[in-house]
């Protein structure tokens, strides 16, 4: 398994501090559960537990998650992880006060749905957030999907969202540094989105 292979280094290859658009909003997540999708080694179910938040993980790399387990244990907090594929994985119904997905880069015939469940899965008044590299990533190299196909656009958040209000929806260039694998500048889109 690839990630398994990627995060078999000894090193946090994100880094151990939290995505910078998460750490920047974080006062726009509702306290209460909330649902990392996609979350690697752990850096941001840390970072919300640290902050008071109830927080399930859920990632395919085993050994991602293996990482996210001793950070937290370091970090003295409770995380519930979930090893699953997100394209089985139940969010189930009216659940979380916040999801929050970041760089999670899974093919179109599994995002599409999954941004479906989020809808589903958010209570009345949750927030998803959210962010992505776009196809314009590909020609900066500096981390990311290798195909655009599984990068997402503004344009596609708002198709694959529907039943969310946008609060925030912006394409933009920035310096990403965000451990070894996310080096430097970067094409993103960045999104949160509230089930009204
Ligand atoms: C670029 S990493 C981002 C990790 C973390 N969100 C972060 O920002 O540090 C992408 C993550 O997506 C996970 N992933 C990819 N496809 C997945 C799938 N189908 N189901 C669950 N996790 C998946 C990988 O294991 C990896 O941890």
Known sequence: ???DERYSESHYIYGTSPNDFLK???SE???GKVLC???GEGRNSVFLAENGFEVTAVDSSSVGLEKGKKLAQERGVVINHIHADLA?????LDQWDAI???FCHVPPPIRGPLHQHIVKALKK???LLLEAYTPEQLKFGTGGPPDPALTMSATLLKQELTGLTIKHLEELERDVVEGTHHTGRGAVVQCIACKD
């Open 24 to 26: 920047e909003h974080l």
């Open 100 to 102: 929050v997905s970041i």
């Open 88 to 92: 089985e994985y139940d969010l189930g």
């Open 1 to 3: 398994m690839i990630w």
């Open 37 to 39: 999708l996609a979350d």
């Open 29 to 31: 997540l509702p306290k």
């Open 125 to 127: 008044g949750g927030v």
